[in-house]
């Protein structure tokens, strides 16, 4: 099942004009009014055992999303009989249950899947509230080969937008589940599993096609096996200049020396789309590191010293920082 989001600019100049006509209040209740509802991760793969937290967005009829306030969020799993797009796990399915799931998106993974064989299941959140019920769901896949401490991966930007023709740089980050520190994605796989377009299978560059989209979905599978996924949607028209920069990922990361990560700058413009920052300046401070422009708005920062410093990345008038602690080889 796909929700969809509507993300068309003209749209939210045909909203304000219905604004305008229906006075101001009712305008406004109907922009911040949710309309569709996403999980997230939108798909996980678990060792036997691991425990993963869902949680629900809401967005309202032009894509932008609102701050949940007094919803109720139901919650079920159910299994399913196939993989769904962008997992690749290998064995024998095992139709039993791939967990349970609690009344706060909790999912425990059944403890019992044997190596050799996976189950798949779909957690659901269904949404309550003054507008009536929404609802989602997102896919779990417990693999029986999957050590529970293999480092988990995540995907940056996620719930993106870019202009139709332009590019969007993804990253990752992966780390060790006991110590935190950052691992390896030398030999991760990038794939496009819904959507047009064209995703860079060694650097995860995706470069949209010439026409809008409401849902397009990216996929990563890093060398722990772990696979995380982002969605993005293509919107009409150039982007407009920069109104926001930060950096991806924007926690503070233990890298232990001699390793790199790959940040990103991520500037907006006022609806909320991608703008490339190639001419960004970076900068590494507290004698950690060096950094490298890689061109296409990212940059790798790769750990020389122990201590603890800064990252920061410019462009204009603004500037977006995050704290990066080198650690000492077996610290």
């Not at 003054?130 to 293999?150: I, Q, R, Y």
Request: aromatic residues 6%; charged residues 15%; glycine residues 12%.
């Amino acid at each position: 099942m796909r929700v969809h989001r509507v993300r068309v600019r003209t749209l939210a100049v045909l909203l304000v004009g219905l604004a305008t006509v229906a006075g101001c209040a009712g305008g406004l209740e109907l922009l911040v009014t949710p309309t569709s509802v996403r999980v997230y991760p939108s798909l996980v793969t678990a060792a036997p055992g691991e425990v993963v937290n869902f949680s629900v967005r809401l967005y309202s009829i032009i894509g932008t999303r609102i701050p949940s306030l007094d919803e109720i969020c139901a919650w079920t799993l159910s299994p399913l009989g196939d993989l769904p797009p962008g997992a690749d796990v290998q064995g024998e399915l095992d139709p039993k249950s791939a967990g349970v799931v609690t009344n706060t998106g909790l999912f425990e993974a059944s403890p019992v899947v044997q190596a050799g064989k996976y189950r798949v299941g779909a957690v659901r959140a269904e949404i309550y509230g003054t507008f009536g019920s929404l609802s989602s769901h997102a896919f779990v896949v417990v693999d029986g080969n999957l050590d529970e401490n293999a480092p988990s991966v995540q995907v940056f930007p996620q719930d993106a937008e870019v202009s139709a023709g332009g590019s969007l740089p993804f990253v990752t980050v992966a780390k060790d589940r006991e110590s935190g520190r950052v691992t390896s994605t030398e030999g991760a796989v990038w794939s496009l599993t819904e959507g047009e377009g064209t995703l860079d299978a060694a650097s995860g560059l995706y470069t949209a096609g010439g026409s809008a989209q409401e849902e397009v979905r990216v996929s990563v599978e890093a060398p722990s096996g772990r696979v995380a996924t982002s969605y993005l949607s293509v919107v009409e028209g150039a982007p407009g200049a920069a109104e926001s920069l930060s950096l991806l990922p924007s926690e503070a990361l233990k890298v232990p020396i001699g390793r790199s990560q790959r940040y990103l700058a991520w500037a907006t413009d006022r609806n909320g789309a991608f703008v490339p920052q190639t001419d960004a300046v970076w900068l590494v401070e507290g004698g950690i590191g060096a950094v490298t422009v890689l061109g296409d708005g990212t940059a790798e920062f790769i750990a020389h010293a122990a201590g603890r410093g800064t990252l920061s990345v410019t462009s204009g008038s603004r500037t977006a920082s995050c704290d990066i602690v080198a650690v000492i080889p077996g610290a």
